[in-house]
Structures are given as C-alpha cells and as structure tokens.
C-alpha cells in the first residue's frame, strides 16, 4: 500500500560526500516520521537520524556534525546529506516511515536499502 524508494547510495573516498533520497508514494493521509538506519556487515541495524513531522530531527551520536536529515512533505522525500564519510559508515542505508493511511490507521514501512561503500 505504501512504497519507499531509496536513490544516491555508491562507492565514495574517506572524507566525500553522499546524498540519499527516499521517495514514498502510495496510499498516504500523513507520514508521521521518517529517518535512517544502517546496517553493516556482521552487526545489528542501527538508528543513523529520524526527522518529525513538526522538522524536530534526532542524529545517532556517530554522525552528528557530519550527516544531516532533511525532509520534503510536499514530495514525500526524506534526504540525508552525508559528509565527511569514514570508513566505519559503510553499510547498507535503508529509509523508514511511520505513515498513516488514514487518521486511524498507522503503519512502518521499510525500503528496498541502498549501499554505501567507502573506500580508497
């Protein structure tokens, strides 16, 4: 019923930079929160930011001073800009949103993923 469909993963240098997309569609009255996590190879899926709906945003203490979340409600897009990239934030990127379909009925949803290597 809904779709999130994540665009910008890729294979960046130390110290470059990424921007991620995630475009929901589908059947959508309000899409409550959105954000990122992360999963890397042999750990557990963390939380890397979450933006509200009133654009109060929440940043994984890894990240905070290099990635920033961002969202478009007229597009029901959330962006995270990356930069700064380390090595130790390479993993799979995957979009989540906590979307009502109508005032009573609210559900998660999770995307496809996108991976982002960073390498020399």
């Known amino acids: 019923q809904v779709q999130l469909v994540e665009s910008g993963g890729g294979l960046v240098q130390p110290g470059g930079s990424l921007r991620l997309s995630c475009a929901a569609s589908?059947?959508?009255?309000?899409?409550?929160?959105m954000g990122w996590y992360r999963q890397a190879p042999g750990k557990q899926r963390e939380l890397v930011a979450v933006?509200?709906?009133?654009?109060?945003?929440n940043y994984a203490d890894s990240v905070k001073g290099r990635f920033t979340i961002s969202r478009d409600n007229a597009k029901n897009t959330v962006y995270l800009q990356m930069n700064s990239l380390k090595p130790e934030d390479a993993a799979v990127y995957y979009c989540?949103?906590?979307?009502?379909?109508?005032?009573?009925?609210?559900?998660?949803?999770w995307g496809q993923g996108t991976q982002v290597t960073v390498s020399s």
């Open positions: 933006i509200i709906s009133g654009s109060s945003t």
């Open positions: 989540n949103a906590d979307v009502l379909s109508s005032y009573f009925v609210r559900n998660n949803y």
């Open positions: 589908g059947s959508i009255f309000r899409i409550a929160t």
